[in-house]
């Protein structure tokens, strides 16, 4: 397991940095952004963007989730080579059709979202203008999504880590200039997200297609779809679980409190861009290989131990430090903070349902994931419309919670029952129990400094791998290898202060 667990390490942490890069930049803009546009600017983007998010679910196939399970599964290379390039061309017809369909349905869709509810920050010619750049935008993404999966597939996980960081710096730049420098607000960021993901689309294309021959097969093309449509319903259902209270707070209460849980939301799922997404993107692979040589289940069941540890240490450090960061902000964001704990821990458990329905995609039953997510869904739109109208944004951020929770919980239920792997799981509650623990201690911290308190709350957070240890978490063979590596840390710290004095010597 140590290899494994080694292979794990290194492979997240490639795809990691990209995801790592992606919040630092975040936060270095995160208060010029909230001085260039309101709350307003934030909740009418949301909408826009999570509209044309949704049309591409239901008429995109998910295709780029079949590509990585098709592939493994054929054996001459000659057969991946078509799977890949065929689920390539279809992602480019659907993607420009998809276009072609929004443009013509922007109209629509500014009356439905925007004009119903009088008068509006911006003209109906303005939003029409938006949608069009957003769902070209969306047509960039869909055919990226092929050559990013053909990355992971030949685990260039450097490569796509640089290619992701030099996408961030690209969209970094071009905020700069549309939002800072130019002053377009709201029509600035949506430039800039177009141009980022052609940008994307052009160096996953050209990887592509530099070590692969176009071909275009029907059969492949069924099987693309065969796996990939069922998950249709799930992410379709999935979407409304995780934008659908946007929309009810866009029709129960005000576009600036979309903003502000907009605001919750971006803290919130760091958890997923800085631990679950490195994780997933290299262990999907990896697990698909494991359970092809039929030596998943214990891989699995320590895999799973390792990313709670990982993932809900992450999420304990942004809820302690949450009102510290915020500052930064302008005044009316910064009631956000109250929101971001439970969003936290909502993608704890979002990124564990990933995890559990892994099992699933092995054994390909993926109408069980449509199945889970289906149930989660209404049982968000139930807390939704119970809860947002009365209790707004804090109302949604409970909702989110309550429902991932859910949805972990069916996740290993269903994966159980089709293929038993035998977690551990009171490890992993111990987990959540100690970071919950030491969030409470942070909130004690008394100091009215925000730098002598987001030191102490820091402090306090960096003590979780301690805490384990004294209660009693690691197991012996964990524990030797903590002290080896311990040891040899201390030993080449010796090392070096050695080398450094004799070079200092006469």
Known sequence: MVDELKGIAKHSFLYGIGNWARPLIAFTMFGVYTYYLDLEDMGVYRLLVLSVEVIGLV????????????????????????????AFLLVLSIGAGLFFLGSFCSPALTALLFERRGATKFSSEEYVFFFRLAFLTLNLQLVA????????????SLLFSFTTIAGIFFGLACNIIFVVWLGMGLKGILYSSLLTNGFLMAVYTVFLLRSMKISFSSRDARDLFSYGLPLVPGSFAYFVITFGDNFVLNETRTREEVGLYTTAVKFGILVSSAATKPFIEFWRVRAYELYAKGRVRLKQRQATVYYTYFVIFVAMLISILIDEVIMVAEGSYREASKMVPLLALAYVF??????????????KKTKICSVITMISMVINVVLNVTLIPPYGAM???????????AMAVLALWFSQRTFYIRYDLHRMALLIV????LYGVSRLVPFSSVFLAGAVKLMVGMAFPLVLWWIGFYRPREKRKIGEFWAAFRLRLQKSRS??????SP
């Not at 057969?79 to 890949?84: E, F, K, L, S």
């Not at 979002?350 to 699933?360: K, T």
């Not at 109302?395 to 929770?405: R, S, Y």
């Open 434 to 437: 100690t970071a919950l623990s």
């Open 59 to 86: 008429f995109a196939g998910r295709i780029d989730a079949a590509v990585m399970r098709y592939f493994f599964e054929r054996k001459e290379p000659v057969d991946r080579n078509r799977v890949v390039t065929t």
């Open 395 to 405: 109302g949604a951020a409970v909702a989110t919670l309550a429902t991932f929770m």
């Open 145 to 156: 999504q092929v050559g990013a999966a053909y990355m992971k597939i030949c685990k260039r």
């Open 350 to 363: 979002a990124g564990l349902r990933l995890v559990f329905e892994l099992v699933l995609h092995m054994k």
């Open 499 to 504: 080398e450094r004095s004799g070079v200092g």
